[in-house]
């Protein structure tokens, strides 16, 4: 490989430039070459729709994968929960770094807890699926709570509750770790309240599948554990037949021991008002490839689809 600088392609806003500029740092350590950051405006950073009107798959990431096509970028940063199910032809996902924080968190006013808000309380979202998991959790706990459709960056969303507009505001924890601001947070949501996103937490590097030395040397970069675990999510995902958008939650976890022996995968789909779920997981060994984590995303997808799944994921809440 050259010494000539790579480029970089990733989205503006605070929190791409920030974890692109970490896989930046990492990638110069590997191969030794510089990285410059080139700046990509997509349609998903543009729209002030909501995400569920523009459909949500592929919004933040078409316009980075069309700048790797056209050879304008040497590889891609994407959040890897943003990317659509379906790996296009000519380009492949070179590393998954280690996982983040995969949890979903509250900023709240008062540094209230979820569980503390007042009745009424206003909790601002994005996410279909997270509106669905906090409603059904209101409603089985006998919390009175109200979940409002935001858009925004974060500068803007936790802007709602420092104004008063509104109480709280959900967003991930790996964001807010990646940009310096976790301490903002008043509350962490257990996984077992909120499944996060299909690969939320996790990164992907994506380049063209012609550039063997950059796959190579990009694949320093891959933990073989997050792209098992982040595959299954993202089959599970797929088999639902559903978008990023979508109110779908999963994680698979590794069932910890000595030795990591089992992955566990939860998935969760839900109408938005929180009336009706379906929730389920399955637990098998550690896949040892790609292969067999599709395979345990499919086979949970299919239990699901058997209990109603289907039904629930083109509803919203009246």
Do not use: W
Not at 55 to 73: K, N, P, S, Y
Not at 214 to 239: H, K, N, Y
Request: aromatic share 2%; charged share 25%; proline share 4%.
């Amino acid at each position: 490989m050259s010494d000539k600088a790579l480029r970089l392609g990733t989205r503006r806003s605070r929190l791409a430039m920030a974890q692109s500029g970490q896989v930046a740092e990492a990638v110069r350590q590997v191969t030794g070459r510089p990285v410059e950051l080139v700046e990509i405006t997509t349609y998903g950073d543009t729209s002030r729709e909501h995400l569920a009107q523009i459909g949500g798959t592929g919004v933040f990431v078409t316009a980075l994968r069309d700048a790797l096509v056209r050879g304008e970028v040497d590889f891609a940063v994407h959040s890897l929960k943003d990317l659509p199910t379906a790996q296009p032809a000519g380009l492949v996902l070179a590393a998954v770094p280690e996982r983040e924080d995969p949890r979903d968190v509250i900023v709240a006013r008062d540094a209230l807890k979820f569980t503390d808000l007042p009745r009424g309380a206003r909790i601002g979202t994005g996410s279909p699926r997270r509106m669905a998991q906090l409603n059904a959790y209101a409603r089985a706990h006998g919390l009175d709570i109200e979940t409002v459709a935001i858009r925004g960056n974060v500068d803007t969303r936790i802007g709602y509750v420092r104004d008063g507009e509104l109480d709280a505001v959900v967003l991930a924890a790996a964001g807010l770790n990646r940009i310096g601001r976790i301490d903002e947070v008043t509350d962490f949501l257990s996984v077992d309240t909120v499944l996060p996103a299909p690969g939320q937490g996790a990164l992907a590097i994506e380049c063209a599948a012609d550039h063997a030395d950059l796959i190579a040397a990009l694949g320093a970069l891959d933990d073989p554990l997050t792209r098992v675990a982040v595959t299954a999510e993202r089959s599970l995902l797929a088999a639902l037949e559903a978008g990023c958008s979508a109110p779908v939650g999963a994680l698979a976890d590794l069932l910890d021991g000595q030795i990591v022996k089992e992955m566990r995968l939860r998935g969760v789909v839900g109408t938005t008002d929180g009336t009706r779920m379906v929730q389920l997981s399955t637990t098998g060994s550690v896949p040892q490839t790609e292969t067999q984590a599709m395979a345990l995303g499919r086979e949970l997808a299919t239990e699901m689809l058997a209990q109603g799944a289907a039904g629930l994921m083109g509803e919203r809440a009246h």
